[in-house]
């Protein structure tokens, strides 16, 4: 089998290509950086590279079309993310084959794929049987890294551009790690009353090496922040995962459910994050979290 | 200008409730407009106030509830909907919705822009937006926080993880916005009242030229359980011990010495 | 019988939960707190459409029905258990439905647009302190003098007073005076417009003081006095000497929406008592639900909400067929008793919900940290017979039912 996947990072590209030794497949990748590809060169059979400046979808999708016009893929991966989605909706849309998205599990059942993905915001699982040719979108820590190598060729491609669509773009400025390769991420929620109260998680997550991040009442109906963890937002799966004053509404776990190991604190016995953790302090987080820093600081 | 409105009867996700064995019973949930619909409607409302445009509505469906949220698209303003008869179109393949929507499009247009929500939190891919964009070969602005008309052109701000992106198009264009874009204003009992008084067409894809839906074989549909451990301590019975214990977590997924 | 409501009566009660979600719910521990409902509050109801909902579209109504005005009332007050939004917008409902009834055209072109959007405040003004239930036995005066009315006198326990200075354009209330020979009774009153503050300018004459309530804060109470204030005929609603009629038509109107806000209180009330009893755990982790003194006592309080929901529903349809349907099988005075039903019940069972709920709380019940006691105490208002005390509905009842002749002391 034949599968294409389009990354534009190194982890992520590790996560597809988990996919691919699931389904033995041969694996050539599309990145937009050549800094990129001389990397997943060392991971996947072949990869084309195009350039580009930053992310537009309608030249990316039809440059990616071009490729895999070369390709004949089998499978076409693209990360379950807006700008991956938005990308392989054009690409499936245009070879008219299947998209599933969301995906966190596939397999061969004899002639066919069976694939599960997340559906009703993360709520349930959903069963589907497709066969290929196929696009899918796979999820954010669903599929480990794979420690495969290859020593794959690489080749240069000319960017196919979408002359209706001007772009501009601002980076943002990034504060420390990035969430999606943090791993740690520390995490407030409602339970937090003021802003400056947020200094106590700047420094728990500083302390331990991580990022931090709010849930999506913080950000969007407070402004206490640009961005949050949430199905709308940034999607995490580091190994701790620390929650605090966070409630654990459906729409926010979904984005953190491929922690590796989940920790909260909330002063709500019944709060619905204390089903979905591994380990959970119910108390008060203003008491907690300065002790817990006290004793942290202690120790080193 | 001429706006095209797509939206979708969406299940209430805080409302589901389960079988024993783990099945959604999604038949009883509550359905309604979408919140990122309800956006795109509110959307497409705006610009016919500031521009004068024409709004068509549309949605794919069967039930009297489709015929609903049509009608509280026209209590938001919209001039005119469309009902595409389907049965069951949450297990149609995003692709086919796609062609249908598509087929509407040549139907009943052509349109300026075609506008939805980002996401609707049920079923959907994310994707339709794209297919559709695709299949007219026309350009797609995807995940919208802020949209503006500004000298013929549609300028739409869009912030992801990595930072804030500006698209610019001209239309004919895709837009799907989020929940970021705007308030979604609220009927009033006097738009409530008109709405029943106006007209919804219904088409089958007959109608529009389509053959067959495509649907997606779905084996199976199971509340999604993560197995953790969920090992608590009370801190309010004894702040250090919890503490110790926080750290001892800590310590042992090498986070902290 | 039917009873479901309408699609587009569904369609209006989330249209209100979905205002009330947003622009209520988070604010009405502050308005009760602080006493005081935010004028852009007032006016973003206005723009809603939630005043004057069964008064013509010709004056800025919405052209509804009093089942409408019902429900969003009742929702208004789900969202605020305080009741004092639901008071504020129950009032500029139930006032200008009758005052539309019997003023003048030019009055009413004047008046009710401005209510409609939020700008001015309509009100009820029968209240003296020598009596309230007895309304025939009012001392408030007005003498005419060519085309003006005269009028001396006081008011008190009035609502929106406060409003009535801040707003932009003031306001004013359904006034009820003596205007003819005492021995006449209650045939001797006359009901005006009287407008207070018009245009931002305050009439002379009218001098308000303030109360501090101790619950349903957010919708001013007051008191005032009339001296030598002078009011143009024009201002007069319908005939002289009728006034009464009309009053207790405005009452009929104004209870139905009355029971309304407190049965929405009550719901509110209910909900965080199921909430409650699910998780307080006790006695080796037991739900206090599963202890049958608990639930039983809470299947009595459920069963007497919705008997007082349903009255309450089944007044407003009646009043519907009556006001504008005009249906003529039914008359006006087949609305006494349904009336006088829901606004005895739904108080009633309202102030019974609390009580239990604040016991099933406990101690907790007793502190700020717990908003339970501003619903009880905010419905209480209701309990101690703002418009309408609750022993004359049962005298209305009793009249009707037994027979006068029968009850006559």
């Known amino acids: 089998m034949k599968i294409m996947l389009y990354g534009e990072s190194i982890e992520w590209i590790k996560q597809a290509r988990t996919v691919a030794d699931i389904l033995d497949g041969e694996t050539i990748g599309v990145t937009p950086s050549r800094e990129l590809g001389n990397e997943a060169v060392k991971i996947l059979n072949k990869v084309y590279v195009f350039d580009s400046i930053h992310y537009e979808p309608n030249s990316y999708y039809?440059?990616?079309?071009?490729?895999?016009?070369?390709?004949?893929?089998?499978?076409?991966?693209?990360?379950?993310t807006i700008k991956g989605r938005t990308l392989a909706g054009l690409y499936a849309g245009s070879r008219d084959e299947p998209v599933i998205t969301d995906v966190v599990d596939l397999r061969y059942v004899g002639r066919f794929l069976e694939v599960k993905r997340l559906v009703y915001g993360g709520a349930c699982v959903a069963v589907l049987r497709a066969s290929t040719p196929l696009t899918i979108c796979i999820s954010q820590g669903a599929f480990k890294p794979s420690e495969k190598g290859e020593n794959g060729k690489i080749e240069y491609f000319s960017r196919v551009d979408e002359e209706r669509v001007q772009t501009i773009f601002k980076p943002r400025e990034y504060l420390g790690i990035p969430l999606e390769r943090a791993e740690v991420v520390v995490v407030a929620g409602r339970g937090f009353k003021k802003r400056e109260d947020l200094e106590?998680?700047?420094?728990?997550?500083?302390?331990?090496d991580g990022a931090w991040s709010v849930t999506r009442p913080l950000a969007a109906d407070y402004g206490w922040a640009d961005t949050w963890i949430g199905i709308s937002g940034a999607i995490v799966s580091p190994r701790l995962y620390i929650a605090i004053g966070v409630s654990g509404q459906p729409l926010h776990m979904i984005a953190a459910r491929n922690s590796k190991t989940i920790i909260a604190v909330n002063k709500d016995p019944s709060a619905p994050i204390f089903e979905e953790v591994d380990y959970g302090i119910i108390g008060d987080l203003y008491q907690v979290i300065p002790r817990l820093l006290e004793k942290i600081k202690k120790k080193t | 200008m001429k706006i095209l409105t797509l939206i979708k009867l969406t299940l209430d996700?805080?409302?589901?409730?389960?079988?024993?064995?783990?099945?959604?019973?999604?038949?009883?949930?509550?359905k309604k407009m979408g919140d990122s619909d309800k956006c795109a409607v509110e959307e497409a409302v705006r610009l016919k106030e500031k521009l004068g445009a024409y709004t068509v509505v549309a949605t794919i469906?069967?039930?009297?509830?489709?015929?609903?949220?049509?009608?509280?698209?026209?209590?938001?303003?919209?001039d005119e909907g469309y009902i595409v008869k389907v049965e069951d179109p949450e297990i149609l393949q995003a692709t086919s919705i796609g062609k249908i929507v598509s087929s509407l499009v040549e139907k009943t247009g052509p349109y300026d822009l075609i506008i939805l929500g980002a996401g609707s939190l049920d079923t959907h891919s994310y994707t339709l937006g794209s297919i559709i964009a695709s299949k007219l070969n026309i350009p797609i602005i995807a995940g919208v926080d802020s949209l503006q008309y500004v000298d013929g052109f549609f300028e739409a701000l869009c912030i992801m993880e990595d930072g804030a992106y500006t698209f610019r198009a001209k239309a004919p264009l895709v837009v799907t916005v989020t929940t970021e874009a705007n308030e979604p204003r609220i009927p009033t009992l006097k738009t409530i009242l008109r709405s029943k008084k106006m007209e919804v067409k219904t088409l089958t894809i007959h109608d529009l030229g389509v053959d067959d839906v495509v649907k997606v074989d779905l084996l199976d549909v199971k509340r999604y359980v993560v197995n953790r451990r969920k090992i608590l301590w009370d801190a309010s019975e004894d702040l250090e011990k919890a503490v110790d214990k926080f750290i001892e977590v800590l310590v042992s997924e090498g986070v902290a010495q | 019988m039917d009873f479901e409501f309408s699609e587009e009566e569904v369609r209006f009660r989330e249209s209100v939960q979905e205002f009330c979600k947003r622009y209520i719910e988070p604010r009405w521990v502050e308005i009760d707190e602080g006493g005081k409902i935010p004028l852009e509050l007032i006016k973003k109801m206005g723009e809603q459409g939630l005043f004057m909902i069964p008064v013509s579209e010709e004056y800025g109504g919405m052209g509804g029905t009093i089942t409408m005005a019902a429900i969003a009332i009742e929702e208004i007050a789900y969202h605020d258990p305080s009741v004092a939004v639901?008071?504020?917008?129950?009032?500029?409902?139930?006032w200008p439905f009758i005052m539309e009834k019997y003023s003048l055209e030019d009055v009413k072109r004047e008046i009710l647009p401005k209510v409609a959007r939020g700008e001015a405040f309509y009100g009820i003004a029968s209240t003296e302190s020598q009596g309230g239930s007895d309304v025939a036995g009012i001392k408030t005066l007005a003498i005419k003098k060519g085309d003006?009315?005269?009028?001396?006198?006081?008011?008190?326990?009035?609502?929106?007073?406060?409003?009535?200075?801040?707003?932009?354009?003031?306001?004013?209330y359904f006034l009820v005076a003596k205007t003819g020979k005492v021995e006449y009774g209650h045939r001797n009153i006359t009901a005006f417009n009287l407008i207070l503050k018009w245009d931002g300018k305050v009439r002379e004459g009218w001098k308000p003081t303030l109360f501090e309530e101790i619950g349903r804060r957010g919708i001013s109470t007051g008191a005032f006095t009339l001296e030598d204030f002078e009011l143009e005929d024009k201002y007069r609603i319908g005939e002289e000497n009728k006034g009464f009629y009309y009053l207790m038509e405005g009452f009929n109107v104004a209870r139905i929406l009355v029971a309304a806000a407190t049965i929405g209180s009550g719901r509110w009330a209910i909900d965080q008592a199921i909430e409650w009893i699910r998780n307080r755990r006790l006695f080796e982790g037991r739900p206090i639900s599963s202890f049958q003194g608990v639930s039983f006592r809470f299947s009595e309080l459920y069963g007497e909400l919705e008997a007082a929901k349903l009255l309450t529903y089944r007044a407003a349809w009646l009043a519907d067929k009556i006001y504008i349907e005009r249906d003529r099988k039914w008359r006006e005075q087949d609305l006494n008793v349904p009336v006088a039903l829901c606004k005895m019940k739904a108080p009633e069972a309202t102030g019974k919900i609390y009580e239990e709920l604040m016991k099933w709380y406990g101690a907790y019940a007793y502190t700020k940290d717990c908003n339970a006691f501003?619903?009880?105490?905010?419905?209480?208002?209701?309990?101690?017979?703002?418009?309408?005390?609750q022993n004359i509905m049962r005298i209305i009842i009793a009249r009707d039912i037994i027979g006068r002749e029968y009850v006559k002391g």
């Open chain 1, 62 to 80: 039809k440059t990616i079309y071009k490729i895999a016009e070369e390709v004949k893929p089998d499978l076409s991966i693209f990360p379950s």
């Open chain 1, 200 to 208: 106590m998680v700047k420094e728990l997550s500083s302390r331990l």
């Open chain 2, 13 to 30: 996700i805080s409302q589901l409730k389960y079988e024993s064995t783990g099945e959604p019973l999604t038949e009883i949930a509550p």
């Open chain 2, 61 to 78: 469906g069967s039930t009297s509830e489709n015929e609903r949220i049509i009608r509280d698209a026209y209590a938001m303003g919209i």
């Open chain 3, 86 to 94: 639901a008071v504020y917008a129950l009032l500029n409902n139930g």
């Open chain 3, 148 to 172: 003006k009315w005269i009028i001396n006198g006081e008011k008190t326990y009035i609502s929106g007073v406060r409003e009535i200075q801040e707003l932009p354009q003031g306001g004013g």
């Open chain 3, 374 to 389: 501003r619903g009880w105490i905010g419905t209480l208002s209701y309990l101690v017979g703002a418009e309408g005390a």
